[in-house]
């Protein structure tokens, strides 16, 4: 009873979230023109690098590198790379003095909220994406129902990873009410060390094992590799079990560092 | 003439006071700043360690394109970036403000605010092109000397224009304002690529329409002795100031139909 209970407030959060997003037309519009410009920049030079080692670079031949930048844009409307979050901002106005007085968990639910904001932007901007990438790159979509749906799984997955660690941005503010530091050391670490500009497996080494000591390449990197079938079966699974591992280990982490802040959070004012 | 810039000057002093008094918030903006710098150049870098030569360019030619291209652009976006806030003016109604004043609206737009934190960037941008310079054994000649700064001063004349021409276009968009990011940070994208590996239209744009590759790749070619593409003379790099001047005349164009268009916030 009381997990339908808390299914449905997500439920509902989720689909406020979503008709959020769905309010934004024009903004949608100017975001798909932006990432399909990066898009065909980022295909020509990759491609080009793909021939230049011989037909393959880092695991990618021209096809998949393709799939790669296609994919790598049409996610970035979803994931969270930025690092901002309507809770940062409401805990330095104060307004999370309410957030806190309603009887629902402020980590889940502003979450659930987030990420059905997030994923309407694959209508408008994923889709065409996509189909940019389908008709004028040449990049092909897996068919198979196994791999769609993990697939699926992986792009939930990633997008819900990258709102709950945003979340432990947005937290800190219970300590320093200007988080805006951390926010833009986040900002200029997640799409490099998520795979955004070039893909993570091209990293030397050492940086490859940074990457992966974080949980930025399952955000985007991971659903890209599932969804261009560059990992398959059951490697494919393996990916998705570490993207679910690291929103177990980020939820954790969350739910103590906000048990402890709700004690230091002073809201100014009346 | 010292009378007419006073006021512009007045402002931005301010504006500089104001940024370094909050030493602590100032410092961490700097070191963002060079951080930003230093993850751009792990992007070429990691990309260009992977193979010999991407495009005609291996990875010290492609430190020279960065170099002009990222120090041109970080400059402007210095000088002018903040114009990027005008959607948010416009929706709030705060650019009637502006329209109220006895002065030029550009003029008091750009003068409005300078970003000092990107001071940072511009370092790693320059120390970039000091770096690739050297490792390409570029002898200091009259002409090499002055084909760089030739380069730096132009590339930054285009990105500012570039700046600007993104700003009359906001009159129309407003709520779509990210649709000026293609043209304006993906142009900074695209300067530090090798043109060569473009497709036709990838050319007419960034080539010849917003023209990034005179910011960087072209001068680099010319200043390297690398072959040149679509069928331009070795010298192309020299012919920066013609794509700054188009740029500048297409900043115009935009920013007057762009005010012209704009009615009033309704205040």
């Known amino acids: ?270 | 003439m010292g009378s007419r810039t006073r006021p512009y000057r007045a402002l931005l002093g301010a504006r500089m006071r104001a940024q370094s008094s909050y030493r602590a918030s100032f410092g961490l903006d700097l070191v963002s700043s060079l951080l930003i710098g230093l993850v751009e150049l792990a992007e070429v870098w990691v990309l260009y360690r992977a193979v010999d030569e991407i495009g005609g360019l291996d990875l010290t030619a492609a430190l020279v394109v960065f170099g002009l291209a990222d120090t041109a652009f970080s400059i402007a976006d210095l000088l002018v970036g903040h114009v990027d806030r005008l959607p948010d003016y416009l929706r709030a109604g705060t650019f009637d403000v502006f329209c109220l004043r006895p002065q030029p609206l550009l003029a008091q737009l750009i003068t409005s605010d300078i970003s000092l934190r990107r001071l940072t960037r511009v370092g790693v941008g320059f120390a970039v092109l000091i770096v690739g310079l050297i490792a390409n054994d570029v002898t200091l000649t009259p002409s090499s000397v002055l084909l760089v700064l030739l380069s730096l001063l132009t590339g930054t004349a285009i990105c500012t224009g570039i700046f600007v021409a993104a700003a009359g276009a906001q009159f129309f968009l407003i709520d779509a304002a990210e649709m000026t990011n293609s043209v304006v940070y993906g142009g900074r994208y695209a300067a530090n690529q090798p043109g060569s590996v473009w497709s036709r239209p990838l050319i007419a744009v960034f080539g010849f329409g917003v023209p990034m590759a005179f910011t960087g790749y072209l001068p680099t070619l010319t200043l390297l002795d690398l072959p040149v593409p679509w069928n331009l003379p070795d010298w192309a790099g020299w012919l920066a100031p013609l794509a700054a001047i188009w740029m500048w005349g297409l900043a115009g164009l935009s920013w007057r139909t762009g005010t012209r268009h704009y009615q009033g916030g309704g205040g």
């Open chain 1, 1 to 270: 009873m009381r997990t339908r209970v808390w299914f449905r407030i997500h439920w509902r959060m989720f689909v406020a979230g979503w008709r959020r997003g769905s309010r934004y037309r024009a903004a949608a519009l100017g975001g798909l023109v932006a990432n399909a410009t990066f898009g065909f920049l980022k295909a020509s030079i990759l491609v080009a690098a793909v021939r230049a080692g011989g037909g393959e670079i880092g695991g990618y031949d021209a096809a998949s590198i393709t799939a790669y930048t296609w994919l790598s844009q049409a996610l970035l409307g979803s994931v969270n790379l930025s690092g901002r979050s309507d809770l940062a901002v409401r805990i330095k106005d104060g307004s999370i003095a309410v957030d806190l007085l309603r009887p629902v968990d402020l980590q889940t639910a502003s979450t659930a909220q987030e990420v059905g904001r997030a994923l309407f932007a694959l209508l408008p901007r994923g889709v065409p994406l996509v189909a940019l990438g389908v008709l004028v790159g040449g990049m092909r979509l897996p068919l198979e129902p196994v791999t769609v749906a993990l697939s699926a799984v992986s792009i939930v997955a990633g997008t819900t990873l990258s709102f709950l660690t945003v979340y432990l941005v947005a937290v800190a503010g219970f300590w320093s009410v200007e988080t805006r530091g951390i926010q833009t050391a986040y900002m200029i670490l997640s799409g490099f060390l998520a795979g955004l500009f070039v893909p993570v497996t091209l990293f030397p080494g050492w940086l490859l094992a940074v990457a992966r000591a974080t949980p930025f390449p399952c955000m985007l990197q991971t659903p890209i590799d599932v969804l261009s079938g560059r990992v398959t079966g059951f490697s494919a699974g393996q990916a998705v079990i570490v993207q679910l591992a690291w929103i177990a280990g980020v939820l954790l982490v969350g739910r103590l560092i906000t048990h402890a802040g709700r004690r230091r959070l002073e809201v100014q004012g009346g």
